[in-house]
Nanobody, 128 residues
Framework: VQLQASGGGLVQPGGSLSLSCAAS????????MAWFRQAPGKEREFVAT??????????LHGDLVRGRFTLSGDKAKSTMYLQMNGLKPEDTAIYYC????????????????????WGQGTLVTVSS
């Protein structure tokens, strides 16, 4: 499985950006993808996740981004999209996409250890 992230860049506070991530080789019927981010000097933290189980789609957004970021995806393409609105300087980080060949209705995959596959990261900078 290979992950390719795109998007990111420089935006002013209050602005918007979108990220996308495509997973090639992720062919299982149940699969999960997620965004994590890592700011300089900080631990990598969970942003949002999307799980496809059969015809069902489940999403979860982290507390720090809920209401501002929206995660969506296309199961057939194993691709997810993160729309980021109302960006703040504290959103500045390298954003990493991750994927897992599995998923669950009873447990959200929010830990780094839940994901076997990782993309290269894309930088988001929020600054005036």
């Amino acid at each position: 499985v290979q992950l390719q992230a795109s998007g990111g860049g420089l935006v002013q506070p209050g602005g918007s950006l979108s990220l996308s991530c495509a997973a090639s080789g992720l062919t299982t019927s149940t699969k999960t993808m997620a965004w994590f981010r890592q700011a300089p000097g900080k631990e990598r933290e969970f942003v949002a996740t999307i799980t496809w189980i059969g015809t069902n789609t489940i999403t979860l957004h982290g507390d720090l981004v809920r209401g501002r970021f929206t995660l969506s995806g296309d199961k057939a393409k194993s691709t997810m999209y993160l729309q980021m609105n109302g960006l703040k300087p504290e959103d500045t980080a390298i954003y990493y996409c991750a994927a897992a060949a599995g998923g669950s209705f009873s447990k959200y995959y929010t830990a780094r250890e839940d994901y076997a596959y990782w993309g290269q990261g894309t930088l988001v900078t929020v600054s005036s």
